[in-house]
């Protein structure tokens, strides 16, 4: 059974940061990119980003370039995204999901349960 | 960047057949998933690759379309079904989604 487990629920100060991560079980890891994707409370799904956790290649919307880092563990098999200089704009709920790396459509079949990061002093 | 313009909500009846539309900003060809929502949920994917039934979906969901125009169609609509729904491209990066659209009982 394919799973994707998030960690817990953060509360974080207005300029730190927050490492969340992804445990992945139950498929090959470097066989999927893993993606993030944000949704702010009440709003839709924004893609950050993916990573290939067969060669730590990442790629990231624009937006969040200077935000999100994304690494994984291939001895783990554990997927991380780092959010830096946070402010209230970063709080909502990510998740990690992943697609297939030789399947070009790039669709999203499995997706962790969510985060819930929230920004507040 | 695409974008996709999905309409925010539709009020249905159960039993009825309920068509969801998608429409981007440029052709993605067949580069076009549909996942659904619940309350406090992860999204699920329902429809890869603009008309391809994901395993274990309900055969009452459908999908069709290429290029800029796509549709979700349940036929007929159950109870379980009421959530949100939304389109997304991967034909090119950045991959982006639709704004969703709420499915609401009349």
């Known amino acids: 059974e394919v799973l994707l487990q998030q960690s817990g629920a953060e509360l974080v100060r207005p300029g730190s940061s927050v490492k969340i991560s992804c445990k992945a079980s139950?498929?090959?890891?470097?066989?999927?990119?893993m993606h993030w994707v944000k949704q702010r409370p009440e709003q839709g799904l924004v893609w950050i980003g993916r990573i290939n956790p067969a060669n730590g290649n990442t790629v990231y919307a624009e937006k969040f370039k200077s935000k999100a880092t994304l690494t994984a563990d291939k001895s783990s098999n554990t997927a991380y995204m780092q959010l830096s200089s946070l402010t209230s704009e970063d709080t909502a709920t990510y998740f990690c999901t992943r697609s297939e790396t030789t399947d070009y459509y790039y669709y999203f079949d499995y997706w962790g349960q969510g985060v819930m990061v929230t920004v507040s002093s | 960047d695409t974008v996709l313009t999905q309409s925010p909500a539709l009020a249905v009846s159960l039993g009825q057949r309920v068509t969801i539309s998608c429409r981007a900003s440029k052709s993605v060809s067949t580069y076009m998933h549909w996942y659904q929502q619940k309350s406090g949920q992860q999204p699920k994917l329902l429809i890869y690759?603009?008309?391809n039934l994901e395993s274990g979906v309900p055969s009452r969901f459908s999908g069709s379309g290429s290029g800029t125009d796509f549709t979700l169609t349940i036929d007929p609509v159950e109870a379980d079904d009421i959530a949100n729904y939304y389109c997304q491209q991967s034909n090119e990066l950045p991959y982006t989604f639709g704004a969703g659209t709420k499915l609401e009982l009349k």
């Open positions: 139950g498929y090959t890891f470097t066989d999927y990119y």
């Open positions: 690759s603009a008309s």
